[in-house]
């Protein structure tokens, strides 16, 4: 299942992480508010056809059914005034002159400074930037070109789009490159804004998701020198059509006869249901078959770094890959905290939780989403 990458030539170690987390969060009370006010302005507009039955009144969202459906309690966002208003609804964010830094070309450098910092690394070891994310905010030039620039990175940088698995692929990309020698240092950054592709209208979905940025430093084993190494043994991704996790925003758009910006398709759009249904046994039968695959015993790992989309899906994953249901420790949750961050998730919980494991402990990077895609990376510590 899947396509696979194992340790050949040049061994790898992700030296490094950081996390840039926004100013402002959201808390479920916040944006229950909001969104019951919407509803009922949308009520009151259209009371006459709800009267009339020809329209189906919105519905309260509340804080119970929030965490219920995912576990979430807050998300960080790069702007909340805009969410919070009844009229708005989405994030406003200001238009930037090309010449200023794009907002997440200046995201995805505080996260790189911060991985590069813990990597015992400057930018002048860095041979390539490879930006990960499931949303980009323009088509080009590439936002890890431009984070290349305001880094004075010499060498090159793209950008990769693989929805929720954005991160372990550029992930595996990034030790492909290192192990064939093409590369000898590369950070893999992933900035998401997933506030500007959430439909904050939609009572369904409107808690799901919030906004981070995080970075990982990829390098050859024998030359990193910071404190925390863990080598990565094995890549596995895996990717399967479907569309029950959809967004048809895109440049084509205009050229559409019905194609108008407030069109519900052009924002996050998923059968949830069916995703968990299809999701949960394809990531968890991935994991299992990549680990055994390599030698190793998926009930013995040490931690899981999982995607964070869904309390639930995380839970069953991990009861299927360890055969038992896994302590908190080892399966770190921060999907309270921070909501669905996309591709990000992954890595905050890796870059969180993972300086109190031993050398020698094993574990795996995985994340999962639109595509279908499925991304793991087996890793050892071992410094």
């Known amino acids: ?20 987390t926004p100013e402002q969060s959201v808390s479920n009370a916040e944006l229950v508010a909001a969104f019951n006010a919407y509803a009922d302005k949308q009520n009151a507009l259209h009371a006459d056809d709800i009267a009339a039955g020809q329209r189906e009144p919105m519905a309260h969202s509340s804080e119970e059914f929030i965490f219920k459906a995912s576990g979430i309690e807050s998300r960080f966002v790069m702007d909340k005034e805009g969410v919070l208003n009844p009229d708005i609804m989405h994030p406003t964010l200001r ?5 200023e830094p794009g907002i997440m070309a200046e995201m995805g450098v505080k996260a790189v400074t911060r991985a590069l910092e813990a990597a015992g690394r400057t930018a002048a070891d860095v041979d390539a930037i490879i930006c990960a994310a499931s949303n980009h905010e323009r088509a080009y030039p590439a936002i890890a070109i431009e984070i290349q620039d305001l880094l004075n990175i010499q060498g090159f940088g793209f950008d ?6 954005s991160a372990t692929f550029g992930i595996q990309a990034a030790a492909d490159m290192i192990r064939s020698g093409s590369a000898r240092c590369i950070v893999v950054v992933n900035p998401e804004i997933c506030s500007g592709h959430l439909e904050w209208r939609d009572r369904d979905c409107h808690f799901i998701f919030g906004d981070v940025c995080t970075a990982v430093v990829l ?3 024998e030359e990193a020198v910071s404190d925390t190494q863990f080598e990565i043994h094995s890549t596995r991704c895996l990717t399967q059509f479907s569309n029950n996790i959809r967004n048809n925003n895109g440049f084509l758009r205009r ?3 019905s194609g108008t910006v407030d069109r519900r398709d052009m924002q996050f759009m998923q059968n949830g249901r069916q995703v968990f249904k299809q999701v949960v046994p394809m990531v968890s039968e991935l994991i ?6 390599e030698g190793v015993d998926p009930e013995k790992l040490d931690r899981l770094w999982l995607h964070q989309a869904n309390k639930s899906m995380n839970d069953f994953i991990g009861r299927k890959v360890l055969g038992r249901v ?9 999907l309270q905290d921070y909501a669905n961050t996309s591709s990000a998730g992954s890595i905050i919980a890796f870059s969180q939780n993972h300086e109190d494991l031993p050398v020698g402990a094993r574990g795996v990077i995985c994340s999962f989403g639109a595509g279908y895609s499925v991304g793991n990376v087996i890793v050892e510590r071992v410094a």
Do not use: L, Y
Not at 1 to 20: A, L, P, Q
Not at 95 to 99: L, S, W
Not at 160 to 165: E, Q
Not at 288 to 293: F, L, M, N
């Open 326 to 334: 896994p302590e908190s420790e080892e399966q770190p949750n921060i």
């Open 288 to 293: 299992v078959e990549h680990c055994q695959d």
């Open 95 to 99: 238009q930037r002159d090309d010449e």
């Open 219 to 221: 390098e050859r084993a």
């Open 255 to 257: 050229s559409r006869p």
């Open 160 to 165: 990769m789009n693989v929805a929720c698995s």
């Open 1 to 20: 299942m899947g396509t696979t990458m194992t340790t050949k030539g040049n061994r790898v170690v992700i030296s490094g992480s950081g996390v840039f």
